[in-house]
């Protein structure tokens, strides 16, 4: 009995000893100090954080957040459009290539030591090429050759002046060629502009509100053209540059909608003249011509429309008249612009134009730029033709 009493003391020791040989180790192991952050720790940290934010600034003297005015950028300044007195002296050499046919091609015919049938043929011939119409043409040259034989003219000089009042003549001087732009009674004077696709029209109607501003009339720009989206925005632009109101309406807006609102705040906001530009249209589509008298319909229940301005491509020719003609009958077209003038050498579709329709040439476009549009004045325009100085005709 003592003996097993003895064996079984021994074990319990033995395993009392085992025990605090686990445990006193770890009573006396020490925290191990934390590892170094890296460099590269410390920039993915950053990265994690964001930016540093900076505080706003303070007054001071108070302690109160003082924030940053805000950026207010300035408008841009009003461009001032060229004189409209003498533009077309200005612009002559733009005329280059109709001076090839009237200037150097006629003038060179009648110069001839023998002015012969076959080189009134000629002569003829030339002036039917630059689009001056089969019944104009004859009778130009009917009465250059009655002035020539009985004057007995044979200078250059001379020939060339006779040559100068018969064109001057065929233009037609008495027509009425000013636009009407004044205020009357209380209301702006009214101007539509038509014409047909690829004429230019949206960017003529832009040149001429800058020769309104620039003869010193303030005017409001109506973007009646709704089917084209970038219409409304292209006026916008010409009319923004000399500080013209532009009235537009949502795309696909009924456009006599719009040509009316124009109206009603043109009478508002005082101003001189409403511009209204319209959707360019074929002259043989019976519907777009239908809408274009409903708007100059809806327009004149603020007063009668004051001009309709009909926007011609002089590269067209004789096409132009078939145009000009349709609108007349529509709108009562009460003047032309041709425009491109400069790119043509049938320079005689002014003479065309008004002896079939006894239209005026009111504006003629002589280059891309935006003060390229002059008014119309027949002896200037054939002085340019013919590459004189008015004081060689006049002489």
């Avoid at 050499?93 to 023998?114: A, E, Y």
């Avoid at 018969?166 to 209380?186: H, I, Q």
């Avoid at 925005?233 to 532009?246: I, S, Y």
């Avoid at 609102?261 to 043989?284: M, P």
Wanted: hydrophobic share 45%; net charge negative; aromatic share 2%.
């Amino acid at each position: 009995m003592t003996d097993y009493l003895l064996i079984a003391l021994a074990l319990l020791g033995v395993l009392i000893l085992g025990a605090l040989g686990l445990v006193v180790p770890r009573l006396r192991r020490r925290p191990e100090p934390p590892l170094p952050t890296t460099e590269i720790d410390t920039r993915a940290q950053e990265d994690l954080a964001g930016p540093p934010v900076e505080a706003p600034e303070s007054d001071l003297a108070t302690g109160v957040l003082v924030e940053a005015p805000p950026v207010v950028e300035a408008p841009p300044a009003l461009e001032v459009p060229e004189p409209t007195a003498g533009r077309l002296v200005r612009l002559r050499t733009r005329l280059s290539r109709s001076q090839t046919v009237f200037g150097k091609g006629l003038l060179g015919l009648l110069s001839r030591d023998h002015l012969d049938e076959d080189t009134w043929e000629e002569i003829e011939d030339n002036l039917i090429t630059a689009d001056v119409g089969v019944d104009a043409t004859r009778e130009i040259v009917d009465r250059l050759r009655e002035r020539t034989r009985v004057l007995g003219t044979r200078t250059g000089g001379e020939l060339r002046a006779l040559l100068a009042a018969e064109l001057v003549n065929a233009l037609d001087p008495t027509l009425d060629r000013s636009l009407k732009t004044a205020r009357k009674d209380g209301v702006p004077a009214v101007l539509m502009v038509v014409g047909v696709n690829g004429a230019g029209k949206t960017t003529t109607c832009g040149k001429i509100a800058r020769v309104l501003v620039a003869d010193g009339r303030s005017v409001l720009l109506g973007a009646a053209d709704t089917f084209r989206a970038a219409a409304a925005d292209q006026l916008e632009t010409w009319g923004g540059r000399v500080g013209a109101e532009t009235v537009r309406g949502p795309e696909a807006a009924d456009p006599a909608s719009v040509a009316f609102d124009a109206v009603r705040r043109g009478i508002d906001s005082g101003v001189d003249t409403v511009l209204i530009d319209t959707a360019g249209r074929l002259q043989n589509k019976i519907g777009l011509m239908d809408e274009l008298g409903k708007v100059k319909r809806v327009v004149e229940r603020h007063g009668p429309i004051d001009e309709t301005i009909l926007i011609l491509d002089a590269t067209t020719g004789q096409n132009g008249l078939e145009q000009a003609r349709v609108f007349t009958e529509v709108v009562n077209v009460t003047g032309v612009v041709l425009t491109k003038l400069d790119g043509t050498a049938k320079g005689g579709i002014v003479i065309a134009v008004q002896r079939k329709l006894g239209i005026p040439v009111k504006l003629v476009g002589l280059g891309e730029g935006p003060d390229d549009l002059a008014p119309f004045d027949p002896a200037q325009f054939v002085d340019a033709l013919l590459g004189t100085e008015p004081a060689a005709r006049d002489a």
